[in-house]
């Protein structure tokens, strides 16, 4: 079976530096997929490169980070954040005033994820899935996201998070491959990619979306780059 992987750069409309590097590696690279933070200093600008360059396929990166006060990345790796009756309303409310901004702008919503993976919450994939599904669209998930931690949770993706997919029967790529690994068993996966100028890893990311050895090896493997809207 023919592999087919998507290339997507998170943080789209964060700042000037991530969103040029985002279209720069589109135009220029691999990368066939973004996602956008519609309430991020770039997001007008963000919005006039998706009108330029209608081949780069958008989704919506979700931030929820001002409801968890998240101050760290992969903070849900050392405990899960107790979601309360009064914060699930905030998640609901933040997630649809994010989707009415982005659907507002005249886009075409290809998938949702999220800022810092808030979405791989028990509590808060229910209704990221339960709005995937209203809208029609994929999501990502983390395959292994918990299992990556030295501390609990180790069988939390599959005996809640898998079976809350199931049951609302939303599409997504079920690998989640580190840095272009190409040699993973998958039929559909995804890399997670940060494109970017100032900072070194981010760099790094535009550099190897532009790297035509890597784009060789992907054409010699026969693996098919696409993009979320092509799980529809």
Request: glycine content about 4%.
């Amino acid at each position: 079976m023919k592999k087919r992987l998507i290339v997507n750069a998170d943080d789209f409309g964060r700042n000037v530096e991530n969103t040029n590097a985002t279209i720069i590696a589109h135009k220029y690279g691999i990368l066939s997929s973004t996602t956008i933070m519609v309430y991020r200093h770039a997001f007008g600008l963000a919005c006039k490169l998706i009108k330029e360059n209608p081949t780069l396929k958008t989704g919506l990166h979700i931030d929820l980070d001002y409801i968890f006060m998240m101050k760290e990345q992969n903070r849900f790796y050392k405990r899960l954040v107790k979601i309360t009756k009064s914060m699930e309303i905030k998640i609901k409310d933040e997630i649809n005033k994010q989707v009415d901004k982005f659907l507002k702008a005249g886009f075409s919503l290809t998938h949702l994820d999220s800022h810092h993976h808030a979405h791989m919450h028990p509590d808060v994939l229910p209704i990221v899935v339960a709005k995937a599904k209203e809208l029609q669209v994929p999501i990502r998930f983390y395959n292994g996201y918990y299992d990556k931690s030295k501390f609990f949770y180790k069988n939390l993706e599959k005996e809640v998070l898998i079976p809350i997919l199931k049951h609302f029967c939303v599409k997504y790529p079920y690998f989640l491959i580190d840095k272009f690994d190409l040699d993973s068993d998958y039929a559909v996966g995804e890399v997670m990619m940060h494109p970017g100028f100032r900072e070194i890893w981010r760099t790094y990311d535009t550099a190897r979306c532009l790297d035509p050895e890597l784009k060789r090896k992907i054409e010699e493997k026969n693996i098919e780059i696409i993009s979320f809207a092509d799980l529809k």
